[in-house]
């Protein structure tokens, strides 16, 4: 049996890509890729997601221990230090909130917004949300949230999310799925 020319090109191609194979397993074994963190931080048991604004070498999403006050958030973060006359707001933090650091260092409390929430797997607060924010609710159209911003100005405001349960198309099953999404809280954002 006779080998053709074309079958000692191909025999020889095979071989090439079988060592540049074997090559790039050697060199990615040695060197393996080193892990990149995760976009938003590494959220653990016992942490609450908390968004640093204001600040340019500080600014983003920090998993802080559960019961954090603004001045451990000060230090966790090594935000600027406090400064004499220093407005700043204090107390606890709470998941979702937006600590906004001032030029001259004061720290104001306020909420992420509703996509940073939601992506990070906090509800978002239907007495407080705008029809845009109940939209990015997975389950909830332009219709669906045109009327909950009708009912809560009829009713004042939502006290349970059961309530919810008067609008056309939301029944138990869709509530449900719903309330991972939702939260009702009463005090002002």
């Known amino acids: 049996m006779r080998i053709s ?22 060199v990615s074994a040695r060197y393996p890729a080193r ?6 931080g590494n959220q653990e048991p016992g942490t609450m ?11 983003g999403i920090y ?9 451990n958030a000060r230090q966790i973060t090594a ?8 407005k700043s707001e204090g107390g606890r933090v709470s998941a979702g909130s937006v600590l906004a650091i001032s030029g001259r260092g004061e720290v104001k409390r306020g909420e992420m917004d509703a996509a940073r929430r939601l992506a990070l797997g906090l509800p978002i607060n239907i007495n407080h949300a705008s029809e845009a924010d109940l939209v990015l ?25 059961s309530e919810l349960m008067a609008i056309p198309g939301i029944k138990e099953k ?13 005090r002002p954002n």
Request: no cysteine; glycine share 10%; aromatic share 4%.
């Open 5 to 26: 020319e074309g079958q000692t090109l191909g025999a020889l191609a095979l071989l090439m890509v079988s060592l540049t194979l074997y090559g790039v397993l050697l």
């Open 35 to 40: 892990e990149l963190p995760a976009l938003w």
């Open 49 to 59: 997601a908390v968004e640093v604004a204001g600040d340019p070498g500080r600014e």
């Open 63 to 71: 998993f802080l221990p559960e019961e954090t006050t603004v001045e």
């Open 79 to 86: 935000m600027p230090v406090i400064r004499k006359g220093d």
């Open 137 to 161: 609710v997975p389950g909830i159209g332009e219709k669906t949230a045109q009327r909950i911003i009708q009912l809560r100005k009829q009713r004042g405001g939502f006290r349970e999310l």
């Open 174 to 186: 869709r509530l449900m799925r719903l309330r991972k999404h939702l939260t009702v809280e009463l």
